[in-house]
């Protein structure tokens, strides 16, 4: 089973930060990863793909990178609707998601 | 557009079968994988199972023994049934499409399911 780890697990930020969260594979992924944002009570949002690919509609202040085994996403200025939490998933062998990072208001 | 709602019992008994249906509209069940995903509250997501519209499926090797997911193509559905639950199964269960190398992109709103006598 691949494992998916992300760091930090809370992030607390302030509206114009720059906000970079971490996910670690246990093994290489190539670049099957996707990342989402979720919102308390509502179902994930897709927002990366393929490591790096923004999915459509989605601000182009979300950015993603990585291969292998370690990957960022990355919010250029976070905004008042950001404060969500955001998953990892791999989908190179099965599906696995990361364990979730909450990103509060600071 | 694509949407998807989930639709099933709210309540299921310990050790009995939970099943859930998923219709989607806006679109054809056809050519895509369709997958279920759950979130016990509080916790993170965890992926179930997916199937093809052709009907082959790929499931959580945890959960492997209990799941079993089909497809209906001329309902435009597909469905969950997931057996001999316990109280861990509490979950919101959702639906999405997607599968394999294909990360879900559009989901159902969820719906919970607690275990409970």
């Known amino acids: 089973d691949i494992q998916m780890t992300q760091s930090p697990s809370t992030l607390s930020a302030s509206v114009g930060d720059r906000v970079t969260i971490t996910c670690r594979a246990s093994?290489?992924?190539?670049?099957?990863l996707a990342w989402y944002q979720q919102k308390p009570g509502k179902a994930p949002n897709l927002l990366i793909y393929?490591?790096?690919s923004l999915e459509s509609g989605v601000p182009s202040r979300f950015s993603g990178s990585g291969s292998g085994t370690e990957f960022t996403l990355t919010i250029s200025s976070l905004q008042p609707d950001d404060f969500a939490t955001y998953y990892c998933?791999?989908?190179?062998?099965?599906?696995?998601f990361g364990q979730g990072t909450k990103v509060e208001i600071k | 557009q694509v949407q998807l709602q989930e639709s099933g019992p709210g309540l299921v008994k310990p050790s009995e079968t939970l099943s859930l249906n998923c219709t989607v509209s806006?679109?054809?069940?056809?050519?895509?994988?369709w997958s279920w995903i759950r979130q016990p509250p509080g916790k993170g997501l965890e992926w179930i199972g997916y199937i093809y519209y052709s009907g082959s499926t790929n499931y959580n090797p945890s959960l492997k023994s209990r799941v079993t997911i089909s497809v209906d193509t001329s309902e435009n559905l597909f469905s969950l049934k997931l057996s001999s639950v316990t109280a861990a199964d509490t979950a919101v269960y959702y639906c999405?499409?997607?599968?394999?190398?294909?990360?879900?992109?559009?989901w159902g709103q969820g719906t919970l399911v607690t275990v409970s006598s």
């Open positions: 393929k490591a790096s």
């Open positions: 998933q791999q989908y190179n062998s099965y599906w696995t």
């Open positions: 999405a499409r997607g599968g394999e190398r294909w990360p879900p992109d559009y």
């Open positions: 093994q290489s992924i190539s670049s099957w």
């Open positions: 806006g679109g054809s069940i056809s050519s895509y994988y």
